[in-house]
Each structure stands twice: as structure tokens, then as C-alpha cells.
């Protein structure tokens, strides 16, 4: 039972363009949402985390959007740039996981220079 | 100040085999959690340890089982292996079992089951 979906396998942007990494979830329960950026050979490092009571998070360039009725959140990447290029997984908590996390599939972003 | 290690980074074992897997945390944590990442999958929580104590489990059979040591390190053992535990292990370190406090990952253990 996945939990937590990210549709798009791969996604490829410009240097300079906007990506967006979208992230949708079934369990009404999650309250906390959390971005990883993953390159090959090294763990998963977060990214930036957004709480249910909010609807936007920035830090620098990554904006993270919660759309709670829509059950879907994203990633807003603004300028992209080549070092951005990695595998981001969206997750998810909530008060009825206890301490597990929901990890999406995964969304392989390629930053073209 | 260290981060998360791993040991070994890739395995090959055979079905119906045992294997142990080790992760040191960083620095100052006291929760490790594992996970489990089939290819073309996100992270799958096994179980985490908060102070030596299992503190959560995830839709895992009891043959995953785990220990915490007093320096908080972590082994993951997997008996009888089977093909579709050929995956990439990882675990991550953090303060207390608390979800928002920030998870820290080693790079993570290859296993391959033949």
C-alpha cells in the first residue's frame, strides 16, 4: 500500500528554469512532510520539511507547497542548477505512523546545463 | 564530528543465509532507524532503536531483527535471506525518537541475495 506517490519517474529542466517535483499522499493523518535529495553512492540528505499547519516553507531557492484538501505537496526549485541533478524522495509522518516514515518512489531530477 | 557509516558497503549472500549489518551513528544521536530500498523504490522503515529499546516497526517479518549497543551504534541482522531482500540497506541517526528532529543517513549497505 503506497502511501505516499511521486508519479513521475524522471524529470529534466534547464539551468535557470523552475523544477517542480510533485508529491501526493492517501493518509489524511500525515501532518508532517519532509524533502530528501539523493545522489548516487551517498544516503538520502534532508532538504526542507513542512508542518500541516502551514501551506508554504521556503529556504533559498527550494519552496515546498502543501495543498492539504488536495492531499499533494511540492518541491519548487528556482534557479535550477546542475548540481541540483539527483534522485528527491517526498516523505511523510504522522501522529498514526508512530515512528515510521512514508517515503515516496522517488523523481530523478537531470539539470541541463 | 563523524557522520553515519556503514559496514560493509556491498554483500553477496546466498539464499537462506545469514547476514549482519552495522551502522554507526553520528555523533550525539541516540535513535537509529533502517530502511530498506529495492531498486526503482523509496525507503522502507524496518524499525528504529531508541536507547538499546526497539521503538517502532514497520511491515517487516520477524526474521529483520536488530540490536542497539550502548554506544548507540546498530546491527541489522536478516536470517534465511531470500531473493527479494537484494536491496540497498540504509540506516539514519538522530536525537531521540522525536519525527520532526532531522534524520542523518549513511550511504547505506548493497546486499545481493543469490
Known amino acids: 500500500d503506497q502511501q505516499v506517490k511521486q508519479n513521475s519517474p524522471s524529470l529534466s529542466v534547464q539551468e535557470g528554469r523552475i523544477s517542480i517535483l510533485n508529491c501526493d499522499y492517501t493518509n489524511s493523518m500525515f501532518d508532517y512532510f519532509l524533502w530528501y535529495k539523493k545522489y548516487p553512492a551517498e544516503g538520502p540528505t534532508f532538504l526542507i520539511s513542512?508542518?500541516?499547519?502551514?501551506d508554504k516553507n521556503e529556504d533559498g531557492r527550494f519552496t515546498v507547497f502543501l495543498n492539504k484538501s488536495a492531499k499533494h505537496l511540492s518541491l519548487h526549485i528556482v534557479p535550477s542548477q546542475p548540481g541540483d541533478s539527483a534522485v528527491y524522495f517526498c516523505?511523510?509522518?504522522?501522529?498514526?505512523?508512530?515512528?515510521?516514515?512514508?517515503f515516496g518512489t522517488g523523481t530523478s531530477l537531470t539539470v541541463i546545463p | 564530528e563523524t557522520g553515519v557509516t556503514q559496514s560493509p558497503t556491498h554483500l553477496i549472500k546466498t539464499r537462506g543465509q545469514q547476514v549482519t549489518l552495522r551502522c554507526s551513528s553520528q555523533s550525539g544521536h541516540n535513535t537509529v532507524s533502517w530502511y530498506q530500498q529495492a531498486l526503482g523504490q523509496g525507503p522502507q522503515f524496518i524499525f528504529q532503536?531508541?536507547?538499546?529499546?526497539?521503538?517502532g516497526r514497520g511491515n517487516f517479518p520477524p526474521r529483520f531483527s536488530g540490536l542497539q549497543f550502548p554506544n548507540y551504534s546498530s546491527e541489522l541482522n536478516v536470517n534465511a535471506l531470500e531473493l527479494d531482500d537484494s536491496a540497498l540497506y540504509l540506516c539514519a541517526s538522530s536525537w531521540s525518537g522525536f519525527p520532526r528532529n532531522e534524520q542523518f543517513f549513511g550511504p547505506g549497505t548493497r546486499l545481493t541475495v543469490l
Open positions: 516523505a511523510a509522518w504522522g501522529l498514526n505512523t508512530g515512528n515510521q516514515f512514508y
Open positions: 513542512i508542518s500541516s499547519i502551514k
Open positions: 532503536y531508541y536507547r538499546e529499546e526497539e521503538n
